[in-house]
């Protein structure tokens, strides 16, 4: 765990030109491991995706828990969807009508079909507090080596970062091999660096579910000063 004092705050401006577009889906159930199957299918779909330096994949997860269900975590289980699952994508303002075209199509995610529906975009929220599920992290580097790394990462992308803390690892089967993430919360952020962060998103494989990050809960109950 990282968790530093606040300094001076820094004065910026950036400005939110990227998108999250939520597309409606009909589909009963996909593999917990669908990473590459997802985005192979989205790519197909979009050929201008892969080449859009910008553009990024949210993996779907469904329900965390309820009424006494824990979501499967294991890459051969299956995660049966609700209603209100959505299959989103992180754009830039220039390549949302071009997304539209997903609408109607009917996706094959490792043999599982699903069929796309219609789609709202929302400008990114700047939140102190954000959460990556994925982050791709060497096998080798324990959970402080990758924090440190994490951190480095974030310098180098101009984020101040001052509180972060690690979690779940997860392994996602590819063609070449196996891919490890661990998960990242990043917090007490700037207005300007939480919009930046989920801009950039942090390292490789953003077109996998990797690197994104989404607005979380504030967790200053965690803070060790407030003990």
Known sequence: MLWQEENSPKQAIVHNHIMDMAFDINCRCLPVDHAYALSQAIAQALPWFEQEPEAGLHLIHGAESGNGW????????????????????????HRITDAQ????????????????????????????????RHIIANPSLD????????????????????????????QFLMPDGPLLTRSLMIADLKHQDSISLQQQGLGEGRKMG?????????????NPEAE
């Open 70 to 93: 824990n979501r499967p975590e294991e890459q051969d289980d299956l995660l049966y969807l609700s209603r209100r699952t959505k299959l989103i994508l992180r754009l830039p303002e």
């Open 101 to 132: 075209t997903l609408k109607g199509m009917t996706l094959d995610i490792a043999g599982y079909s699903l069929k796309v529906g219609a789609a709202k975009s929302k400008p990114l929220t700047s939140m102190p507090v954000l959460f990556a």
């Open 143 to 170: 959970e402080d080596s990758f924090l440190n790394h994490a951190v480095t990462q974030l310098q180098q992308i101009g984020i101040e970062c001052r509180k972060a803390l690690c979690g779940l690892t997860h």
């Open 210 to 222: 990797c690197g994104l990050f989404v607005p979380h809960k504030d967790i200053k109950a965690v």
